[in-house]
């Protein structure tokens, strides 16, 4: 069973086009994330919720607009795609005790050309 | 600005040796330091995670140590074997609230363990 998914597995797309990337998880946590690793493989968080609530919001161009319906999705939409958002996009979530440690899907790469 | 540096290189070494990588940090007060395994086309896998008033975590073959004095934490694989080649991040935590953890992570350590 997996833990946390993301569809879908590869993007491609043309500058200028809106896409969407969906991630669930089936582990029972409150708190989802969404992570943007780029080509040089630096992992740079995006947007955090808990239970449907925004909780981190980094600087992120507001292109980009996450929502989550439920506690077990968090979904990623992009607006008018440029090149520089071609990456590898990671949803991840975590309990809100212990350690936190985060579960990571296994990423979407996105190509905008 | 706050920076977290990993070794760039990749680290090679020879299967039943140690490995150790190195996880340093600037202008940050971590309370919480994270490490993860990646592998190719995969997500990032949690493996340790060691707290600030902490010197050292074991887990089976893996001890992370925190020094935050020196700014920085270790990472060791003692009997490494070819299935532990991956590359490593370190996570820095400079607070939790209820609801959510932000790490910052390191920019990883690739590491390649050859027979």
């Known amino acids: 069973d997996t833990a946390v998914s993301q569809t879908p597995k590869y993007l491609v797309t043309q500058m200028g086009n809106d896409k969407s990337i969906k991630c669930e998880q089936n582990?029972?946590?409150?708190?989802m994330y969404w992570y943007k690793q780029d080509s040089k493989k630096f992992l740079k968080i995006m947007f955090s919720y808990n239970n449907k609530e925004l909780i981190i919001n980094e600087t992120v161009p507001n292109r980009f607009s996450p929502k989550s319906p439920d506690k077990a999705h968090l979904n990623l939409h992009i607006n008018s795609l440029e090149l520089g958002d071609s990456a590898v996009y990671f949803c991840a979530s975590s309990q809100v005790q212990g350690t936190y440690e985060q579960y990571f899907g296994p990423g979407t790469r996105l190509t905008v050309t | 600005s706050q920076k977290i540096e990993q070794n760039s290189e990749a680290l090679n070494i020879q299967e039943g040796k140690t490995a150790t990588l190195t996880c340093n940090y600037t202008n940050y007060s971590p309370a919480y330091l994270q490490w993860y395994r990646q592998d190719p086309g995969r997500g990032p896998v949690f493996l340790l995670l060691?707290?600030?008033?902490?010197k050292e975590k074991r887990k089976e073959r893996l001890k992370v140590t925190f020094d935050t004095t020196l700014k920085q934490s270790l990472f060791h694989i003692t009997a490494s074997q070819p299935a532990d080649s991956a590359t490593y991040l370190c996570?820095?935590?400079?607070?939790?609230?209820?609801?959510?953890?932000?790490?910052?992570f390191g920019t990883g350590t690739r590491l390649q363990v050859t027979l």
């Open positions: 582990l029972g946590h409150d708190t």
């Open positions: 996570a820095l935590e400079a607070s939790r609230t209820g609801t959510a953890s932000k790490l910052t």
């Open positions: 060691i707290r600030e008033n902490e």
